[in-house]
């Protein structure tokens, strides 16, 4: 037998979750965001799951290429851009849409002899600060991109930094954006998962949903099951071993958790070399046989210990899920103090993904 630990991807309820985002912006159209290997679900997975989608959205350009000798024919946006001239060559023989955030994006396109032009993306900066031209420079960019034979459309984008958070909102970058574009008349794409649920003004040409899209929620008030998201990937495994512990007696590495009272511990086959965070604390949720418990003490390589002292019946072999359906990744990123973000992407290669 292997290793009991496996992560569970739900077809399924991408495709559902997919449909909510359509729903919640019906005027647009939807990129399907798969950068870093679709937030850990694997971008072939995703991709095979949603046949129908609008686009997709990737960063590194092999991955891109990969995807229409695969067959993928919908638009295909790298967000980055492009890191060097020669990629241009590529991006239109494979009819890849770009990113541009820089100035010499701009010149190495006008200076390009390409097989055929091909779809750009304007970022503005209208208050993140990483990636974009100042937003007020937008006219004289979109103008310069007009004239060039190598461009065959323009839609300008940018990226909010604080839509998850309603007390810091999105009203300085929108209205930023919305004075830098609205002389242009060109597509837009503006909104993330976040901005999806709370902004619908923002909606414009193109949305891009990241984290909504597999099963989480953007927000810490809102949990992903009112937003009307399903859990795409659980991370589950059982009970390998069980110890009885006597008061006074500790759990695990750096003895960190001691015993107040005569407890049962089980061994679940999972640790930080899995993806599990090691920084998760004593006290961080896990589901185990229809039951939610605790962690105890740290987290180990190949281990973690769970409190099984309220149903001594348990015993190896118990199912165990450290977040899925029964446990939302929400509760346990934020028990850990970390993001649902990070817990999709650290799952380890060493563990086995089955289609559900």
């Known amino acids: 037998m292997s290793r009991p630990i496996q992560a569970r991807f739900n077809s399924l309820a991408l495709a559902h979750n997919y449909q909510i985002i359509q729903q919640s912006a019906?005027?647009?159209?939807?990129?399907?965001v798969i950068k870093a290997n679709a937030y850990g679900h694997g971008v072939q997975r995703v991709v095979d799951a949603l046949p129908d989608a609008d686009g997709f959205a990737i960063?590194?350009?092999?991955?891109?290429?990969?995807?229409?000798?695969?067959?993928?024919?919908?638009p295909i946006l790298l967000l980055e851009g492009v890191f060097s001239a020669a990629e241009l060559t590529?991006?239109?023989e494979f009819d890849l849409a770009i990113a541009l955030h820089l100035p010499v994006h701009i010149e190495w396109l006008e200076q390009a002899q390409l097989s055929r032009p091909i779809a750009v993306f304007l970022k503005l900066n209208t208050g993140m600060n990483r990636?974009?031209?100042?937003?007020?420079?937008?006219?004289?960019?979109?103008?310069?991109?007009?004239?060039?034979q190598n461009v065959t459309s323009v839609t300008v984008m940018t990226h909010f930094a604080c839509a998850d958070e309603p007390s810091k909102g999105i009203d300085t970058q929108w209205q930023r954006f919305i004075a830098a574009t609205q002389s242009l008349a060109l597509p837009t794409s503006s909104a993330n998962s976040a901005a999806i649920f709370a902004y619908p003004q923002t909606h414009g040409t193109w949305v891009r949903p990241g984290l909504a899209l597999y099963g989480a929620s953007p927000f810490s008030d809102q949990t992903a099951a009112s937003l009307g998201l399903q859990t795409v990937m659980a991370l589950c495994s059982e009970v390998i071993a069980t110890q009885d512990v006597a008061v006074g007696e500790s759990v695990g590495?750096?003895?960190?958790?001691?015993?107040?009272?005569?407890?049962?511990i089980g061994i679940v086959a999972c640790g930080y070399a899995d993806g599990y965070p090691r920084h998760a604390p004593t006290g961080t949720p896990v589901w185990v046989a229809g039951q939610r418990t605790r962690l105890l003490g740290?987290?180990?390589?190949?281990?973690?210990?769970?409190?099984?002292?309220?149903?001594?019946?348990?015993?190896?072999?118990?199912?165990?899920e450290?977040?899925?359906?029964?446990?939302?990744?929400?509760e346990v990123a934020s028990a850990a103090g970390t993001l649902s973000y990070e817990l999709m992407c650290a799952i380890a290669a060493r563990v086995p993904v089955y289609t559900l």
């Open 90 to 92: 590529a991006c239109a």
């Open 253 to 264: 590495y750096g003895a960190s958790f001691i015993a107040p009272v005569p407890m049962k």
């Open 26 to 32: 019906p005027t647009a159209r939807v990129f399907a």
């Open 131 to 148: 990636l974009g031209f100042p937003a007020e420079s937008a006219p004289a960019w979109a103008e310069r991109l007009a004239r060039c």
């Open 322 to 330: 450290l977040w899925g359906a029964h446990l939302p990744i929400d």
């Open 59 to 74: 960063l590194e350009i092999n991955a891109a290429i990969e995807l229409r000798r695969l067959g993928v024919q919908q």
């Open 298 to 320: 740290r987290v180990s390589m190949d281990m973690l210990c769970i409190d099984l002292t309220p149903w001594p019946e348990l015993d190896v072999g118990s199912p165990v």
